[in-house]
Every structure is written in structure tokens, then in C-alpha cells.
């Protein structure tokens, strides 16, 4: 499956491969900190994805009907972009490649659970995030706002 995500402002659409919308991404605006919410073609929130900031390295933890769904924040070692993964109830995840590109995969165990390229369109600031079937679709999608909001801050 491959969604797009096309960001107008801080409210955007993902799209199915079709080009059909599938969910729409609301940037909660004028909050302390940054906040997005995943909601399904309904309007019904699938996923929260806030940012902490009162840790060490910036956090965002991403919420599944109000309870803990995951934590994306920045690995400490390595030159290239990484991200740790942690997956409340599941095995923890991580990102690596070229994020700040959106040339990259998420792992889980050695096993590749999402490809994220740009080379898939020619429009700009539209990159593809092709989930692994049988993967949770709404996590890692959540998990790939979390990713661009805190490598789009790295400066």
C-alpha cells in the first residue's frame, strides 16, 4: 500500500494509492507544543502525535484511543538519520536513511515494515510511505508525521 502525504500548512491529506484520500493529518495550531492529529475518512481521531519536551533529546509520543501508542525520538549515535522507535505492547522500531530527503525505512527486527521515498512523485513536498502488509497502516504513518515534524525542527 502507498499513501501520500501532500502538506498544505500544517493540514494535509494522505492519499491511497488510487489518489483517493484516505486520511486527512489536522495540525492542531496555537498549542504550546506541536500537535497532530490522524483522522480516518469519518473525521474519528485513529491517532494523536504530540511532542514532549522535557526529556534530554525531543520525544513525540503518538497516542491509540488516549493510551500510549508509541515514542519517536532521535538516536544518539550514528552520522546518518536515525530514529528510535519505541512501540508500547510490541517490538520497538527504527528509522534510518536519509530523512530530512524522505528517503528512508522503518525497521522492525531487520525486517523492513515501510519504505518512505520522494522519488515516487515528481510534485514536491509529496513522498510516498509504501506499508509492508499486515502492518498496523495508521501506526506507521503516525510514526511517519513524528519523524518529518522532528527532522523538519533539526536544523
Known amino acids: ?30 498549542r504550546v507544543r506541536q500537535t497532530f492529529v490522524l483522522e480516518d475518512m469519518s473525521g474519528d481521531e485513529v491517532a494523536r502525535i504530540q511532542e514532549r519536551k522535557l526529556s534530554v533529546r525531543d520525544k ?5 484511543d488516549g493510551r500510549p501508542g508509541a515514542t519517536v525520538h ?17 517490538a520497538s522500531m527504527k528509522a534510518h536513511g536519509n530523512v530530512v530527503d524522505h528517503e528512508y525505512e522503518i525497521e522492525r527486527d531487520g525486517e523492513t515494515v515501510a519504505t518512505i521515498s520522494k522519488k515516487w512523485f515528481r510534485v514536491r513536498e509529496t513522498y510516498g510511505v509504501d506499508v509492508a502488509a499486515g502492518e498496523d497502516t495508521p501506526l506507521i504513518l503516525a510514526i511517519t508525521v513524528a519523524i518529518d515534524s522532528l527532522s523538519s525542527r533539526a536544523g
Open 1 to 30: 500500500m502507498r499513501e501520500k502525504l501532500l502538506a498544505i500548512g500544517d493540514d494535509f491529506w494522505i492519499e491511497n494509492a488510487d489518489g483517493e484520500r484516505a486520511y486527512k493529518v489536522n495540525g492542531k495550531a496555537l
Open 60 to 64: 513525540i509520543a503518538i497516542e491509540r
Open 74 to 90: 532521535k538516536a544518539l549515535v550514528g552520522i546518518r538519520d536515525r530514529f528510535a522507535i519505541d512501540v508500547d505492547g510490541g
